[in-house]
């Protein structure tokens, strides 16, 4: 089978996870180190509510919102979602959240003749516009695919059929990749 695009989730595949960024938000919270000590999917013994979400009990934006809410109560502020994620990602070099291995993958790809593509499910609604905008490595794909605007989150089948829409590919020309197997097999559906 030959294939013509590589679709790429973004938070995990291309950015950092917020579990990564652990120690580096502990620094700039002036937080004892390992206070954050819960691990997604690095560990997911030591977060249960990671659990919970994979199980599809809770939502992303509710596991989120719930480590927000518990990060804020350790500096002793009423934290957001949006102010946790703006914790862990603004201020930062571009090359201290962007995986290089990511960096240099779309180049590859893309020097090779294929489309490159982002399928996410709510960028903009965790970090805003306009830290998307000051992204470069954003600027480097054909076509991103956001839940915030679709509404339609993976692993519905429905968000997979837009962003290989957008691809103007067949769903067989395209290799999608995603961090979170719930995901991956939400994309099986949509074949």
Request: aromatic share 10%; proline share 2%; charged share 30%.
């Amino acid at each position: 089978m030959k294939y013509s695009g590589l679709m790429l989730d973004f938070g995990g595949v291309i950015l950092k996870t917020p579990f990564e960024m652990h120690r580096l938000i502990e620094k700039k919270l002036n937080l004892k180190e390992n206070t954050l000590n819960w691990y997604g999917p690095f560990d997911p013994k030591s977060d249960l509510l990671w659990l919970k979400m994979q199980a599809n009990k809770i939502s992303e934006q509710d596991y989120w919102r719930e480590k927000s809410r518990l990060i804020g109560n350790l500096i002793g502020k009423h934290w957001t979602l949006r102010d946790y994620m703006s914790c862990c990602y603004h201020g930062f070099q571009e090359s201290d959240i962007i995986r290089k291995e990511a960096r240099e993958a779309i180049i590859k790809v893309k020097e090779s003749g294929l489309s490159v593509g982002i399928l996410t499910n709510e960028i903009e609604y965790f970090h805003g516009k306009e830290w998307m905008d000051a992204l470069d490595i954003l600027k480097n794909v054909e076509y991103l695919v956001d839940g915030s605007r679709t509404k339609v989150l993976k692993p519905n089948y429905r968000a997979y059929q837009f962003a290989i829409e957008s691809s103007g590919l067949n769903a067989n020309e395209i290799i999608f990749i995603d961090d979170q197997i719930r995901n991956v097999n939400g994309v099986k559906k949509s074949r």
